[in-house]
């Protein structure tokens, strides 16, 4: 990142207070814009800049004046949330029509936690309840800088005990994106999901660093690092993730994705699913590389999640079952793992705390070439001996899942996996027991 003098620092202050980027030299605003990294640089040069305004005050909104600059730099422009400056949003941002704009977020973006207003007013992304703050959607749009998006979810997490059924936001949600990379900044405290990837193609997000960690007894529920959703193309690198659900989940028709050079600290390890949740649809998930992923005191390390042929509730806000589809070629290739409760983990049994439910309604949903290859490290107690959890809900549902090079062992040294209904013969030594401790409901 590059520095500034004082001076310069001083006038850029107060120029994101009081004056419209649209009327000050071009030459001057150029030398304020973050240097475009990786993934923008192949997008075409921004020809105009615009320094979005703040009225720092954390009780007046700025989603207007936001929503003003950036319309101003839509179709070409920059927009630069200064460096020093916190933007508070009371009000949802309707991004969905941005062509040819690089968004340098250097300062801070701060969104209100009124619940009782986002309940009301964020935007209804329909599947599994999610809703946003914002939706960022177009063409080419990049978004950077080395600053940061808070979410405040502290009070939505205190929220949701009493409330399970609450619609929480996403923070970052991307939705109906051609084109495009999200990198370098930070990432807070999510009401629920850091991201959404939804109905997108051709998007890399890299170098971001999401931290969500409840500071009482009421635990960050459901603050997944990446959810992509009816999605292609999408790369997710060089990140650090610590949150309390999955570090990235592939929900239905996640395609041609790659996950590499991650750290995932506190997670439920990097999930295919939960899929087959809806009876009257089709899930697919295709074309899946994970690669090179740290994976601490987590509740899993690689995993695939279906729900079985039968109607299920896995709590109250997440029922499901019956769904048809197909999971095919998923390679996790590269983990490390240290105080994960199951290193990798195979059900078609999510939501159904009974297993012979499950094997007498096996899933509609098969799961064929699952590769599992060098994947090392500690598992801690919870489900000690066993190591791993691979069962399918019927020989038929499950083909060519694959071990190569895995040696997950517990604290006392043990390595035995759960392995049913799948070919044994392809799983490269796994320590295979037909004993079951059961999956984690998580
Ligand atoms: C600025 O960029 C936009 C989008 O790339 C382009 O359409 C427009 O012609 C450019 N304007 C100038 C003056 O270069
Ligand atoms: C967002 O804006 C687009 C047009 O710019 C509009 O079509 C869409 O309905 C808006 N979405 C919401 C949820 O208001
Ligand atoms: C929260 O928003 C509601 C409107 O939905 C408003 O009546 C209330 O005053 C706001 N509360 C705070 C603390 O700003
Ligand atoms: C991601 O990290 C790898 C390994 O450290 C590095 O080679 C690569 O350049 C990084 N990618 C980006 C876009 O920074
Ligand atoms: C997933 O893709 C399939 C095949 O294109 C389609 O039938 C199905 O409706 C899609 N599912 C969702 C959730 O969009
Ligand atoms: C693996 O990921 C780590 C970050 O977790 C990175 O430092 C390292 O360079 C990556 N290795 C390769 C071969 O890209
Ligand atoms: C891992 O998560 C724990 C619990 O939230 C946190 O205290 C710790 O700082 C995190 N470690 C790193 C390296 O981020
Ligand atoms: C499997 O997925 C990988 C990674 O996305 C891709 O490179 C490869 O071509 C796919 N193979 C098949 C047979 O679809
Ligand atoms: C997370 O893992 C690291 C390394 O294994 C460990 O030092 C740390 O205490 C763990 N944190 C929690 C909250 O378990
Ligand atoms: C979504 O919210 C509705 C209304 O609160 C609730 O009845 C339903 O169970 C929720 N569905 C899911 C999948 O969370
Ligand atoms: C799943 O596999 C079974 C048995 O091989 C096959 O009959 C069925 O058509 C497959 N379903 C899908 C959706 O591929
Ligand atoms: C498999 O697990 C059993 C029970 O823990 C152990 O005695 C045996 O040595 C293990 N076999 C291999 C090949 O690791």
């Known amino acids: 990142m590059r520095s500034f003098e004082q001076p310069l620092l001083a006038a850029l202050f107060l120029l994101a207070h009081a004056v419209q980027g649209a009327s000050l030299d071009e030459n001057f605003l150029s030398t304020l814009r973050s240097p475009r990294p990786f993934h923008a640089r192949a997008a075409p040069q921004r020809n105009r800049t615009c320094i979005a305004p703040s009225h720092g005050d954390s009780s007046v909104d700025d989603a207007s004046s936001i929503l003003l600059a950036i319309q101003d730099c839509n179709n070409g422009g920059h927009v630069i949330f200064a460096e020093k400056l916190t933007y508070t949003i009371a009000s949802p941002l309707n991004l969905t029509s941005l062509n040819a704009v690089d968004l340098d977020i250097q300062g801070k973006l701060s969104f ?162 939960s899929l087959g949740q ?77 297993e012979e439910e499950c094997f007498k309604h096996p899933s509609k949903l098969n799961i064929t070439d699952v590769t599992f290859r060098n994947i090392r490290g500690r598992s801690n107690r919870v489900f000690s001996p066993i190591v791993g959890h691979l069962v399918c809900s019927s020989p038929h549902t499950c083909s060519g899942i694959l071990a190569e090079n895995v040696d997950i062992r517990t604290i006392n040294g043990s390595n035995l996996v759960t392995c049913r209904n799948l070919d044994t013969r392809t799983l490269g030594g796994l320590n295979c027991t037909e004993w079951s401790k059961g999956y984690n409901t998580a």
């Open 112 to 273: 209100t936690d009124n619940i009782t207003y986002w309940e009301k007013n964020s935007f209804d992304l329909i599947y599994q309840n999610a809703t946003s703050f914002f939706a960022l959607g177009g063409k080419d749009v990049h978004v950077y800088g080395a600053g940061e998006i808070q979410g405040n979810g502290q009070a939505w997490w205190d929220a949701y005990p009493g409330n399970k059924k609450m619609k929480r936001p996403v923070l970052f949600a991307v939705v109906g994106l051609e084109g495009g990379s999200v990198s370098q900044f930070k990432l807070r405290n999510a009401p629920f999901w850091h991201n959404i990837v939804m109905d997108s193609k051709n998007i890399a997000y890299s170098g971001l660093d999401l931290f969500s960690s409840s500071n009482n007894g009421n635990f960050e529920k459901n603050t997944d690092g990446w959810d992509i959703y009816r999605s292609d193309n999408i790369v997710i690198e060089n990140s650090t993730i610590t949150n309390g659900d999955d570090c990235v989940s592939f929900k239905p028709n996640s395609t041609n994705i790659l996950v590499q050079n991650l750290y995932c600290n506190g997670t439920h390890g990097i999930s295919v699913g």
């Open 278 to 354: 809806y009876s009257e649809r089709v899930d697919y998930v295709e074309n899946i590389l994970v690669r090179n992923i740290t994976m601490e005191n987590s509740s899993e390390g690689a995993r695939i999640k279906v729900w079985p042929d039968a109607y299920s509730e896995k709590s109250e806000s997440l029922t499901g079952g019956g769904g048809r589809g197909l999971v095919r070629n998923v390679t996790y290739d590269g983990m490390r793992l240290s105080n994960v409760d199951y290193g990798l983990t195979i059900t078609q049994c999510y939501g159904q705390d009974d």
